[in-house]
């Protein structure tokens, strides 16, 4: 069974601050997937990245890739209380199983 | 475009009643997701189809779970009986193709299920 690790669980922080989540497996994935839920809500998909050392930016959140596709992280410059939300991290294997391993979830909460 | 519809929101029902959730996927989405969430947790798939086939339902507790795709539009999930330990969040999504192709997953709100 692949698991994905995410940590820190819980993070509570100040408005303008940085902030890096990560999520980590044994396991090589094919592409992972970085979705934000907010209470009452079904995850909305954040980013998708595919290729190992990968780098994607979107406004404040820039997602890495691991070189070994094993790993990525979050990290989000200057948070604002709407980023606060529960950050998954999902990734589909190799060999055709069309199969999204979630994480437990990053529970972001951003004070004004 | 409207996206995936869930209903009802939430349920409360008494253990060993039978309880179903239905969910309309984004119009032209070949492929249907049916997830459970448990609190503190990352959603779990269930069951996932194609069309109107049922394509991976390994993780699906198939003795008191059943689900259904008729005519490879909506889809209904159903637990009979249900236990105290089915309280979770039932959410649906749908894509157009499939992880394979890249395809996005849009997910639904979410059925809130409580078991007393």
């Known amino acids: 069974t692949q698991l994905l690790e995410q940590s820190p669980q819980f993070l509570s922080i100040q408005e303008g601050e940085n902030l890096t989540v990560y999520c980590n497996s044994s396991s090589v994935f094919s592409s992972l997937q970085w979705y934000r839920q907010e209470p009452g809500e079904g995850p909305v998909l954040l980013v998708t990245v595919v290729t190992g050392g990968e780098v994607k930016k979107l406004k404040r959140l820039t997602f890495q890739f691991g070189d070994a596709r094993k790993d990525s992280s979050l990290h989000i410059t200057a948070a604002q209380p709407g980023d606060t939300g529960l950050y998954l991290c999902?990734?589909?294997?190799?060999?055709?199983?069309?199969?999204?391993?979630f994480g437990k979830g990053t529970k972001l909460t951003v004070n004004p | 475009e409207a996206g995936v519809v869930q209903s009802p929101r939430y349920k409360i029902i008494e253990k060993k009643q039978p309880v179903a959730f239905w969910c309309n996927p984004i119009?032209?989405?070949?492929?249907l997701y049916w997830y459970l969430q448990n609190l503190g947790q990352g959603p779990e798939l269930l069951i996932r189809?194609?069309?109107?086939?049922?394509?991976?339902d390994s993780q699906l507790p198939k003795d008191r779970f059943s689900a259904e795709r008729l005519k490879g539009v909506d889809s209904t999930l159903k637990i009979q009986p249900a236990e105290l330990g089915d309280s979770a969040v039932y959410l649906c999504?749908?894509?157009?193709?499939?992880?394979?192709?890249?395809?996005?997953?849009?997910f639904g709100p979410g059925t809130r299920l409580l078991v007393l």
């Open positions: 189809y194609e069309n109107e086939e049922a394509v991976d």
């Open positions: 999504a749908s894509s157009l193709g499939s992880i394979a192709t890249g395809e996005t997953q849009y």
């Open positions: 119009s032209g989405h070949n492929t």
């Open positions: 999902a990734g589909s294997n190799q060999g055709g199983s069309e199969k999204l391993v």
